[in-house]
Structure formats: C-alpha cells, structure tokens
C-alpha cells in the first residue's frame, strides 16, 4: 500500500476535527496505522501528548481524583524519613556499615530482625550489600568458594 494514496483532506478531517486517534483513522481509512502516522508527523498535525501525570508520575484523566500513594501515609514515613533512620541519627550511631565500613548506599539494620522494636541498641548502619548478605544468609551459604551456587 502507497501512502500516496492516503486522502489527506479525510485524514486531516478525522485527526484534527473529529479528534480520532491514529490508530481509529488507519482502521477507517484502511490502511496501515505507521503510514497514517507518518503522514500526520509530515503535514504537522501531530498533537501534544494528552495524557497527564502527576507528581508521583501515575497517569491521570481529566477530573480524576487519585488516591495518595499507601507508603506516605503510613506513620513511619512522615517527611521521607523512616522512623528509624530518625532515632539513629539522634542517638548519634556512627554513620558507616558495622561490616565493612563504607559510608555509601547505607540502611538501617535491626539486629533481632523485628521492625517493631527501635531501641538504639538495636539499630546499626550497613551498607546495602552486607545488609542483603545479612537478610539473606541462607543464599549466601549455599555456594562453592568460587561464588556458584552448589
């Protein structure tokens, strides 16, 4: 199919008048939705992108209410810092990983793996990579000295 055949003016009336989408107008005028979009990129009709987003970049449609993302209402998220960051960086625990002493992509560890409790005796720093190793010892000790998994 030649996109020369594609009458322009009918392509110009569905897209720009009666507002239907390229896909619609390739459907109605039998032919194929790339030349069809060709053709509105060629003669300028192209139109803005409609959809909108907001803040947290989910999609909205106009008068759309969108509920708040769950993780800004729960208690332990107020301002973007958890609860526990906050008690550590109170109580002044020295800010490198326990492990290996990086100062870099750090988390908090709870030492007896239970969120709930937030003593300061029970937080320390480490960096992402010991605290995946902590989190996750079983992987970890189901492997050869070369690293493969056995």
Same mark, same amino acid.
């Not at 007896?112 to 990579?129: F, I, K, M």
């Given at each position: 199919?030649?996109?020369?055949?594609?009458?322009?003016?009918?392509?110009?009336?569905?897209?720009?008048?009666? *507002? $239907?989408? @390229?896909?619609?107008?390739?459907?109605?005028?039998? =032919?194929?939705?790339? &030349?069809?979009?060709?053709?509105? *990129? $060629?003669? @300028?009709?192209?139109?803005?992108?409609?959809?909108? =987003?907001?803040?947290? &970049?989910?999609?909205?449609?106009?008068?759309?209410?969108?509920?708040?993302?769950f993780l800004h209402n729960a208690p332990t998220f107020k301002s973007g810092i958890t609860k526990y960051r906050?008690?550590?960086?109170?109580?002044?625990?020295?800010?490198?990983?326990?492990?290996?002493?990086?100062?870099?992509?750090?988390?908090?560890?709870?030492?007896?793996?239970?969120?709930?409790?937030?003593?300061?005796?029970?937080?320390?720093?480490?960096?992402?990579?010991?605290?995946?190793?902590?989190?996750?010892?079983?992987?970890?000790?189901?492997?050869?000295?070369?690293?493969?998994?056995?």
């Amino acid at each position: 199919m030649n996109e020369t055949t594609i009458d322009i003016n009918r392509l110009y009336h569905l897209y720009v008048i009666e *507002k $239907k989408s @390229g896909r619609e107008c390739a459907k109605i005028l039998n =032919r194929g939705k790339s &030349s069809v979009l060709r053709q509105i *990129k $060629k003669h @300028g009709w192209s139109r803005p992108n409609m959809q909108r =987003r907001d803040e947290f &970049s989910r999609f909205i449609k106009n008068g759309q209410e969108l509920p708040e993302p769950f993780l800004h209402n729960a208690p332990t998220f107020k301002s973007g810092i958890t609860k526990y960051r906050k008690i550590a960086e109170i109580y002044r625990i020295p800010k490198f990983c326990f492990h290996c002493n990086k100062t870099e992509n750090l988390h908090i560890h709870h030492i007896d793996e239970n969120r709930e409790n937030n003593d300061p005796s029970n937080l320390r720093w480490v960096c992402g990579r010991c605290h995946n190793t902590i989190e996750h010892a079983d992987r970890y000790n189901n492997r050869d000295e070369y690293g493969r998994f056995i």
